[in-house]
């Protein structure tokens, strides 16, 4: 069974800290990890990763792929209170498999 | 953001009875899917369509059907609905092949009372 595991359930920092979030996967016929940021609606696309080892930056955000270990890792630097949300990610294969999220909340 | 409208985007009702829930694109995206999220589950497929008429279950499909019968909407019925169906339902749709990204809508929740 397809499986998609991310650590830790839930975070809390303070303004300004850096952050990573951990995404393990196991996947029948692995194609390609997605992140997406969940705030108070629909989960909006963050990241898509195929390679290894070829970071993705967005701004303050960054994500990695390593398809050896099967995990991937989301990075978030100086945050803001506007980074507060459910980070989730998804192993793609024939299908979406998605993790339960970690909570990200950053104090002023 | 992507072209995707659900309707309606809360609804309360009554065990046993039948809902149907719209999802509605203007991208014109070949591929659509229904999903469920529930508090330590996370989202999980329901059913998706890779075309009109065409439509396959996910993993959580029991109690639900679907329909397409044009390309920019796909219906969600839950035939009699029960509490263990409460939940929020999103909709997301992709492009034109199974692994492209997938962008999702507004979300619905539902109440079964």
């Known amino acids: 069974e397809d499986k998609v595991v991310q650590s830790p359930l839930s975070l809390v920092v303070h303004e300004g800290d850096t952050v990573t979030l951990n995404c393990s996967y196991e996947?029948?016929?692995?194609?390609?990890l997605l992140w997406y940021k969940q705030e108070k609606k629909a989960p909006t696309f963050l990241f898509m990763l195929t390679s290894s080892g070829i970071e993705k930056k967005s701004g303050r955000l960054s994500s990695i792929l390593d398809k050896k270990e099967l995990f991937s890792i989301l990075n978030i630097t100086a945050t803001q209170t506007g980074d507060s949300a459910i980070y989730l990610c998804?192993?793609?294969?024939?299908?979406?498999?998605f993790g339960t999220g970690t909570r990200l909340t950053i104090i002023p | 953001d992507a072209g995707i409208t659900q309707s309606p985007r809360h609804k309360v009702t009554e065990t046993g009875t039948p809902v149907t829930l719209r999802c509605h694109q203007t991208e014109n995206h070949r591929y659509m899917y229904w999903y469920r999220q529930d508090p330590g589950h996370g989202l999980r497929l329901i059913h998706y369509s890779y075309g009109v008429k065409d439509t396959d279950k996910g993993e959580v499909s029991d109690g639900y059907s679907v329909s397409r019968s044009k390309t920019e909407d796909f219906l969600l019925t839950l035939e009699s609905a029960t509490s263990s169906q409460t939940s929020v339902y999103f909709c997301?749709?992709?492009?034109?092949?199974?692994?492209?990204?997938?962008?999702f809508g507004p979300g619905t929740r539902l109440t079964v009372l």
């Open positions: 996947v029948t016929n692995f194609r390609s």
């Open positions: 997301a749709i992709s492009e034109g092949l199974p692994t492209d990204t997938q962008y």
């Open positions: 998804a192993a793609h294969d024939e299908k979406l498999t």
